[in-house]
């Protein structure tokens, strides 16, 4: 079973903050924090990762609760290009543990 | 960065037939590279794990002899779905991390095949 929890579906206005919200209570320790996203009929496509600090690159930003606990993904600037799957993975860097869950789906409205 | 290309991107066969999935790692290499499997409607499923120069991990429920792996390079990984039947139509995803990059490396995923089997 996937570590992680988020809500099935979500709506973002174009050109508005997506904030995209994962639980990740049970995640150990040594377990980074991975998003990912899908676009139909692609494979999932690597958006960005952290174990405790505050990320950013070109793509989002990633902030990670102190005690861990829960994530959330921003991005900054929704485009319609931005509708899809976004899938929050807990990995030890194995991929044993790489479990996707049901992700949420995000809906960048016009 | 990363490039994972996969072959074929669509593929159409008869039942009973065999097909080969293709995966390399562009500008990388990878002693280990992960096959998924996606139905419709559903998130990504781990089906194995494919170990360079060694045998194939496989998640419980897929069967072996019906997913035959070889990672015969630290860039190539195949995928052959033996005697395909219909049931084994769906999307099949493969992913590989840079062995060799420091740090925590993320996987990449290749665009997936399409696989329908008639």
């Known amino acids: 079973d996937a570590k992680t929890t988020q809500p099935p579906s979500m709506d973002c206005a174009e050109g508005r903050a997506a904030n995209l919200p994962c639980n990740h209570s049970t995640i150990s320790g040594n377990e980074y924090v991975y998003w990912y996203r899908q676009i139909h009929s692609q494979g999932p496509q690597y958006i960005i990762h952290g174990l405790k600090n505050n990320e950013t690159n070109e793509m989002a930003s990633l902030i990670i609760t102190e005690d861990r606990k829960s994530s959330t993904l921003i991005l900054p600037h929704a485009t319609l290009r931005d509708t899809a799957v976004y899938y929050c993975?807990?990995?030890?860097?194995?991929?044993?543990?790489?479990?996707f869950g049901p992700g949420t789906r995000l809906s960048v409205l016009p | 960065g990363a490039v994972v290309s996969q072959h074929p991107s669509w593929v159409i066969c008869k039942s009973g037939t065999s097909v080969k999935i293709e995966c390399r790692s562009l500008?990388?290499?990878?002693?280990?590279m992960f096959w998924y499997r996606q139905f419709p409607k559903q998130s990504l499923m781990l089906m194995a794990t494919s170990n360079e120069g060694s045998k194939a991990t496989y998640e419980q429920g897929v069967e072996k002899d019906k997913f035959l792996i070889n990672h015969a390079s630290l860039t190539l990984s195949t995928l052959t779905v033996t005697s395909a039947h219909p049931e084994d139509s769906s999307f099949y995803i493969c992913?590989?991390?840079?062995?060799?990059?420091?740090?925590?490396?993320?996987?990449?995923f290749g665009d997936g095949t399409r696989l329908s089997i008639l």
């Open positions: 500008d990388f290499q990878a002693t280990t």
């Open positions: 993975i807990g990995d030890d860097n194995y991929g044993q543990n790489f479990v």
């Open positions: 992913s590989a991390r840079d062995s060799g990059g420091a740090g925590h490396q993320p996987q990449h």
